[in-house]
């Protein structure tokens, strides 16, 4: 069973800067893609950012420059740097891990939140 552990969210002010940590647990190798997806009040969830195990990412365009994705993958750890945060951040993130290309995500976190204050 595969189980995934995020941390690092928090309260920081705009412009301020927070690293988000997702640990996996059990077997995830037929699996290629970790991503993050955030949702906030009255929105759907929206994928923020994604990486291959290649290597390869994905940003959703209002983050682009800002946030960079990584990952270990001897650890099964995907991290996200998240600069220069705007209010409008603010969300509950969330880890996943699925595949690349596909899109799909099988396995979710159970979120943590990130609150940007103006």
């Known amino acids: 069973q595969v189980q995934l552990v995020e941390s690092g969210g928090g309260l920081v002010q705009a412009g301020g800067s927070l690293r988000l940590s997702c640990a996996a647990s059990g077997s995830i190798s037929r699996l290629d893609a970790m991503g993050w997806y955030r949702q906030a009040p009255g929105k759907q969830r929206e994928l923020v950012a994604t990486?291959?195990?290649?290597?390869?990412?994905i940003y959703t365009d209002s983050v682009k420059g800002r946030f960079s994705i990584s990952r270990d993958s001897a650890k099964n750890t995907v991290y996200l740097q998240m600069n220069s945060l705007k209010p409008e951040d603010t969300a509950v993130y969330y880890c996943?891990?699925?595949?690349?290309?596909?899109?799909?995500?099988?396995?979710w976190g159970q979120g943590t939140q990130v609150t940007v204050s103006s």
């Open positions: 990486i291959s195990s290649g290597g390869s990412t």
């Open positions: 996943a891990v699925g595949w690349y290309y596909s899109g799909k995500y099988v396995y």
